[in-house]
């Protein structure tokens, strides 16, 4: 129940493609989910978070859409570039708690 | 990222040696987290501290022991390293706001030959 499935594992995306990374939860008490982006030999940080009050939330080329019916969220890249070229995690919290539980982690590769 | 240092960033050791990790910050945040980043397994944590000495086990405790006398500082300690404990390890800070991101230090890249 404290698991969060992301799909796929790997991406390879055209330059100016979109890029769309989808993850899944069962536990019904998470209510904030951030998505995270790490380069080679950095930490991750965040690159955008939505809550599921609202079902879409975008920043500059950068949307997450959140299903909560279905339980599902995703990211989505628009005119995807190499710099984008990261290991993307999505992850959810709850109100209270103290951890946050990650995906596996998606490598997304775009190609100039 | 936020003041997170983690240090050293590289270490290769023996197995059966103690390894320690240091992770210091500089925002005060209450909130402090060891992963570990392995693939296909995503950020695995560790330990996590809500408070100067204040711990409690994550999902991959076994073989590690954490401690915080300073709110500005989280040790992990490998008692004695494993093959198996080679890895990225990362540190990661939150204040204390419900449901606020994490901020991660740039990792220790830990070799166990």
């Known amino acids: 129940q404290q698991q969060v499935k992301q799909s796929p594992q790997s991406l390879i995306v055209q330059k100016g493609g979109i890029s769309i990374i989808n993850c899944a939860y069962e536990?019904?008490?998470?209510?904030?989910f951030p998505w995270y982006q790490q380069f080679p030999g950095k930490g991750p940080a965040l690159l955008i978070a939505?809550?599921?009050?609202?079902s879409e939330k975008k920043e500059g080329r950068f949307t997450i859409s959140f299903n909560k019916s279905a339980k599902q969220f995703s990211l989505h890249i628009m005119d995807s570039q190499p710099g984008d070229s990261a290991t993307y995690f999505c992850?959810?919290?709850?109100?209270?708690?103290?951890?946050?539980?990650f995906g596996a982690g998606t490598r997304l590769f775009v190609k100039a | 990222d936020a003041g997170i240092t983690q240090s050293p960033r590289h270490k290769v050791t023996e197995t059966g040696t103690p390894v320690t990790l240091r992770c210091h910050q500089t925002?005060?945040?209450?909130?402090m987290y060891w992963y570990r980043q392995d693939p296909g397994h995503g950020l695995r944590l560790i330990h996590y501290s809500y408070g100067v000495k204040d711990t409690d086990k994550g999902e991959v405790s076994d073989g590690y022991s954490v401690s915080r006398s300073k709110t500005e500082d989280f040790l992990l300690t490998l008692e004695s390293a494993t093959s198996s404990q080679t890895s990225v390890y990362f540190c990661a800070a939150r204040g204390d706001v419900s449901n606020q991101p994490q901020h991660f230090g740039d990792g220790t890249r830990l070799s166990i030959l």
């Open positions: 536990n019904t008490a998470f209510d904030y």
């Open positions: 925002e005060n945040h209450r909130y």
């Open positions: 992850a959810a919290s709850n109100t209270g708690g103290f951890k946050t539980i």
């Open positions: 939505i809550r599921p009050d609202v």
